[in-house]
């Protein structure tokens, strides 16, 4: 193999869209989806609404964004939760039966799933959560302190134990794979780069700390949120809170 053959060079290469060629993959049949993951089962947590004129402005956000992997023992508001969620997933127009949310997302499939691990915020119990994206809400998957199980599956980031929050995000990769076969991945990973740009440009707007991370075991981070790894799959992580 030499050092431009491996699997991710090939997947690049093989994913490429070129002028007069049909996509090199044969036609695979997808059962669509549902746009929406639920947990009906779930106890259910209410979010305030977002308030949209929050936080300094837009461009002393970028100017001021950085990784910042420190965090007090001050929770986080449900306030302040609530506004995260919302600029990296929520709803912000719609049309007819379309929601389109604060992230774009290739050909408005939205792909990606929001998972919190809850360390330290007020009125929330820790635990593992699932945000519903049209309900604004969170589903309660697991009361209990997972922290440092997440921090051990983060290769030993300590921040992940020590965040007010961490923000897990998944791909339900059926969802974009039934519309663009194999290249949906990149418009996956693409869509979870925007999301987690949002994140940090809401968090610095709120004075908080955050950290995008990609360094985890993915396996492990499936197993603790209730993921099966293959249909549905963990691809980034970001640690959020108030600053030490
Ligand atoms: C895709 C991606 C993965 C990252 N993974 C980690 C990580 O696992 N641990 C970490 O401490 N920082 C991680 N970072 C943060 C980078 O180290 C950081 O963005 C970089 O050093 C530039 O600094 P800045 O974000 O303050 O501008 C990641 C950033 C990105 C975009």
Not at 97 to 122: D, Q
Not at 167 to 180: E, G, L
Request: proline share 6%.
């Amino acid at each position: 193999m030499n050092d431009s053959d491996g699997f991710g060079d090939n997947f690049q290469k093989e994913s490429k869209y070129i002028r007069n060629v049909a996509p090199n993959e044969p036609p695979v049949r997808i059962q669509k989806p549902e746009l929406y993951k639920r947990y009906p089962d779930s106890t259910s947590v209410a979010l305030p609404s977002p308030d949209k004129d929050a936080g300094v402005p837009l461009w002393k956000a970028i100017a001021n964004r950085r990784s910042r992997r420190a965090f007090s023992n001050k929770p986080l508001s449900k306030k302040m939760l609530s506004q995260l969620l919302w600029a990296t997933q929520g709803v912000s127009a719609r049309f007819r039966n379309l929601a389109f949310r604060t992230s774009p997302s290739a050909g408005a499939l939205y792909p990606v799933e929001t998972y919190l691990l809850i360390n330290n915020v007020a009125d929330i119990p820790q635990g593992i959560y699932h945000y519903s994206v049209d309900e604004h809400c969170l589903d309660e998957l697991k009361v209990g302190s997972y922290g440092r199980d997440l921090a051990y599956a983060a290769l030993n980031q300590t921040m992940v134990a020590e965040a007010n929050v961490v923000f897990i995000w998944t791909a339900v990769v059926d969802r974009c794979k039934w519309k663009y076969g194999q290249r949906a991945y990149r418009y996956i990973y693409l869509d979870a780069g925007h999301i987690g740009e949002n994140l940090a440009l809401a968090a610095e707007a709120l004075d908080l700390n955050n950290c995008p991370i990609a360094a985890f075991y993915d396996e492990e981070i499936n197993e603790i949120i209730g993921v099966d790894g293959i249909k549905e799959t963990v691809i980034y992580l970001a640690v959020a809170g108030n600053p030490k």
